[in-house]
């Protein structure tokens, strides 16, 4: 299977609020990346692949949840994968902090945040 992904992933187990059509779903992030997070319902949930939503990811310590709209990519009963869009205002910066605590693979973050372009050379 040829890997499609350009932003590695890293496995980050944490609480989130999914909200589709206005109806909110509890769910818990998987695994996440710069661009990208599967999600998992202990549920059912009807979310439709291409359809966009948005996210509420909790972080242990912090008051405030990451704030992201997304658009579904994958959808089975149980569980979602998004592609990241826009952030609330400073929210993509958390997310590239939490993303430099979480990574086993710091040279690779770093290309993948010139990528983006959240760093210089």
């Given at each position: ?14 609480k989130c ?9 509890d769910g ?94």
């Amino acid at each position: 299977m040829i890997e499609k992904r350009r932003f590695h992933r890293v496995l980050f187990r944490t609480k989130c609020l999914v909200r589709h059509d206005e109806i909110p779903y509890d769910g818990c992030v998987e695994n996440i990346s710069l661009k990208g997070a599967m999600i998992s319902f202990d549920e059912a949930v009807m979310v439709p692949q291409g359809d966009c939503c948005s996210l509420e990811i909790s972080l242990a310590g912090e008051k405030a949840p990451i704030l992201i709209s997304a658009e579904i990519i994958y959808s089975t009963m149980f569980r979602i994968g998004v592609e990241f869009g826009t952030f609330e205002a400073g929210h993509h910066f958390r997310l590239c902090g939490l993303m430099e605590r979480l990574t086993g693979e710091p040279a690779k973050l770093r290309e993948e945040l010139k990528l983006i372009g959240l760093e210089s050379d």
